[in-house]
């Protein structure tokens, strides 16, 4: 093969990104037709074999799905992930307010709360915790357990801080997107950012449980930059 050549699966997996960033960044919804094969196969200038492929690649994700005849065509079968959170892609139905609104209010609290559980977290707050992190090492293949784990982790940590108003704002919030949740996946190749969730939230309990406000300052900015929301 010469020295610049793309291998056709891996032009394929670039081109099934580009549909979905492209899909993305017009926020069609389910239903938009994106243009007849030939058409794509021109516009990413791409071979029939390779467009073939990238479909493929996008069915199997129910990303679109190729409907046959003269009103036929590409069609998005169901938008991209409205929010991702660290690894995890996240769809949600029947919100009235963009879900990026509400991780952004949870981010938010998520930083307010840890330095004040720290100072007023009982045993029993910090062995819910606990067992919540557990719950999130053991869900490396659900992502659904992983987020409802986390969530449940971090709800620990806001009633621990015992600022009961804000702790009832936060848990609407987590109500709200545990009740609408429809879908959940993992990112490819994102084994490493869990990893590294993983172990932030580690140390997040333990901070708290050992009363480390030193600890905690650099734990809730490495959480901060950890949970990266793309919309």
């Given at each position: 093969m010469?020295?610049?050549a793309t291998p056709r699966s891996s032009r394929a997996q670039q081109v099934a990104a580009e549909i979905e960033a492209w899909i993305l960044a017009e926020r069609l919804p389910a239903g938009s037709r994106l243009g007849l094969r030939t058409e794509l196969i021109s516009r990413f200038e791409v071979s029939p074999s390779v467009m073939n492929e990238a479909l493929g690649i996008l069915r199997e994700r129910d990303l679109i799905t190729v409907r046959p005849g003269p009103n036929g065509g590409v069609f998005v079968a169901n938008p991209p992930p409205q929010v991702r959170l660290g690894g995890v892609d996240l769809w949600h139905q029947g919100l009235t307010v963009d879900p990026e609104h509400l991780f952004e209010a949870r981010a938010y609290l998520d930083t307010l709360f840890p330095p004040v559980a720290?100072?007023?977290?009982?045993?029993?707050d910090v062995r819910a915790m606990e067992w919540a992190l557990h719950d999130m090492q053991a869900a490396t293949d659900d992502p659904h357990a992983y987020l409802a784990a986390n969530m449940r982790l971090h709800l620990a940590i806001a009633r621990a801080s015992r600022i009961e108003v804000?702790?009832?704002l936060y848990q609407t919030i987590v109500s709200i997107l545990s009740a609408t949740l429809t879908k959940a996946t993992y990112v490819e190749g994102s084994?490493?950012?869990?990893r590294h969730n993983l172990e932030v939230h580690g140390n997040l309990?333990?901070?708290i449980r050992e009363q480390d406000m030193v600890a905690m300052e650099k734990i809730v900015a490495l959480h901060r930059q950890d949970m990266v929301r793309i919309t």
């Open positions: 010469p020295a610049d720290l100072r007023r977290a009982s045993p029993e804000l702790v009832g084994e490493e950012l869990r309990v333990a901070a």
